[in-house]
């Protein structure tokens, strides 16, 4: 009889414990690029932009438009958003739907693009399909006048690189870019309102808008203008054309456009004969100050590429 | 013969007071801790049976990814499930018993207004969920004096009956149910001892409509089963047998076709109160998983047996 109890418990106890099994198989899998993302803490802001700009689901299969099925993303990590005032997910409210997945596109490139291929100079199409530009500046990388501060993050479809700032690129001239903050396309609210009057008035329209003139550009905010002394963009349009020309001259260096880390000078001649002074490279930006300015303009926005220069938004109007 | 009988009518009463543990509910979609086997190894005799109610609460804020484990939900941060749920089983004949059960689901995310409004994301799911009925037949009892070997077979099916969503995207997170109908099958055997003392193990195959994958579940339990008590503590394990993986090859934002396996255990306890009426609680968390919430969750049940 005890033996059959015995008998009995041992047969129930093997049958039960080979019941109990893991699904562990999946921890030796590399993560998806949004996988990466949604894991890693210094990306929160860049999975919240992917979830509303609609490229998580994309990124989390393989390219279909690469033979590899692989992508190569810069990640611009939570400091870099922060640079825009977009400190968390909800802030990416004040960006337009569309902006913003254009936006992540141009951080979207297609087949893998290790660090050691990139070379300074080099170009590379982003799936926006506006190009991105590589720079070497004191052994640092950069990716237009982003930098590229962790390399080679491997995913199952694709490589990661995470970079320092956001990159922007508009895809059109300086003046379309321009045009595109004002008329509210870029932020749920309009930006660079004053300036598109000022160049609009001043008539350097046709001059900024010419693809065969490539400018780097300071552009001062709206807030830029008022405290210049301009209450509406009304005022703007009264003013002298002529005052206003010699003032937005003084916001542009014929040097082809050069994004922030390309900028080694201390100082530029701008299109109106004038001379700007820069402080030292820092931490991806530096100020400028104009011959009647008493404190330096800060970057808002720097590196802007649009297609007939670089656009850096400044918080201060430049004082010829 | 006079040990015998009184171990029978012993035998007996704890059945009268067990199936009741179930009352936590079974099957659950929303990665619930809860989702506890509807079927347990104790039968409840002919023209006999209870009806429970239970309250659960379950939170997570990280969920299992493949590979790594994520801090923070997407989106909604941390999920909190709660369920309120109807719990009945009848005995037909003595080896014969039908366990009917039905869910109320909340689950509430913790999103930010800012992120519900940029998403037109609501951080609220609830309805009624899925109704599953089962049929647990006990064809074989061994009894060796001392001890005693039970076999069960269950088969049954779960169904959606309220209306809710389970395709809104990544809104879905929060779904309450994959709206499949499932059809399980499950076997059980159970070893007990006369100082009360048990052991179940069961083994089962969740057959799904729709896009959501098949999974096995199987659960050990040992336990401990008197006349005015009752607990246990389970090892339980689902492993789906296909599906994709959130945010892996595959995944298209549609939260029923992932692949949802997990290992978990728990303990539950009952004890009588008054008459007719007891109180059953318990506690639950999961140890590994994949596309699941890491959660963690409680549960009590006012239990009436008749």
Known sequence: MKNINIKSALFAFTLLTTFVSCDN?????????????????????????????????????????????????????????????????GSLGVLQNSFLTNTLLYHVSNGNLLANQIMDGGTSTSALGVDRRFVMREGDLYINGSKIIITNVSASNGTVHAIDKVML????????????????????????????????TSGLAPVLADENNRFTIFAPTDAAFKAAGFATVEDVANADPSFLQQVLLNHAIADGGTFTCEQTSTTATTAGGNTLTYSPFQNGVFTILGNSNTTPANMVIPDILCSNGVVHVIDTVLLP | MM????????????????????????????????????????????????????????????????????????????????????????????????????????????????????????????????????????????????????????????????????????QSIIAIGNRSTTVSAIGLAMFKMDSGFFA???????????????????????????????????????????????????????????????????????????????????????????????????????????
Do not use: C, H, W
Request: overall charge negative.
């Open chain 2, 3 to 170: 040990k015998s009988v009184k171990l029978k009518q012993l035998d007996i009463m704890i059945k009268k007071q067990l199936l009741f543990i179930l009352a936590v509910t079974t099957l659950g979609y929303v990665n619930s801790a809860y989702s506890q086997s509807p079927i347990s190894g104790f039968m409840q005799g002919k023209g006999k049976g209870n009806i429970s109610l239970s309250y659960s609460s379950e939170k997570y804020d990280q969920v299992y990814l493949v590979p790594n484990l994520a801090d923070g939900v997407p989106i909604f941060n941390e999920v909190q499930i709660s369920s309120a749920s109807l719990y009945a089983t009848y005995g037909i004949t003595n080896q014969l018993d039908v366990v009917f059960s039905l869910p109320y689901i909340t689950a509430k995310g913790d999103a930010s207004q800012e992120v519900l409004n940029n998403l037109d994301y609501e951080n609220k799911r609830s309805g009624l969920q899925d109704v599953s009925v089962f049929v647990k037949y006990n064809p074989f009892y061994f009894d060796y004096g001392a001890t005693s070997l039970r076999l069960i077979g269950a088969v049954g099916v779960k169904t959606p009956v309220g209306g809710y969503k389970e395709d809104e995207g990544l």
């Open chain 1, 169 to 200: 690129a508009t895809g059109v001239n300086i003046v379309e870019s321009a045009l595109l903050m004002n008329d509210a396309k870029v932020f749920t609210s309009p930006e660079l309102t004053f300036l598109v009057q000022a160049v609009v």
């Open chain 1, 25 to 89: 198989d999946y921890k030796e899998e590399a993560p998806s690029i949004a996988s990466i993302a949604v894991t890693n803490e210094a990306f929160s802001t860049l999975e919240a932009a992917a979830i509303q700009g609609g490229v998580a689901v994309v990124l989390s299969n393989p390219n279909p438009n690469d033979p590899s099925g692989d992508y190569t993303v810069f990640a611009p990590t939570n400091d870099a958003f922060a640079r825009l005032g977009l400190v968390d997910g």
């Open chain 2, 200 to 306: 179940t193990g069961q083994f089962g195959g969740n057959f799904a409509s729709n896009e959501v994958p098949n999974s096995y579940i199987s659960e050990l339990k040992l336990g401990y089963a008197v006349s005015k008590f009752y607990g246990d503590a389970y090892l339980a394990n689902q492993f789906s047998t296909s599906g994709v993986d959130i945010l892996g090859e595959g995944f298209q934002g549609f939260f029923p076709a992932t692949r949802v396996s997990y290992t978990k255990i728990g303990a539950n306890v009952y004890l009588p109160v008054y008459q007719e009426f007891g109180v059953a609680t318990g506690i639950s968390t999961l140890l590994a998983g994949r596309n699941i919430g890491k959660a963690t969750g409680v549960y009590g049940a006012l239990v009436y047996k008749f």
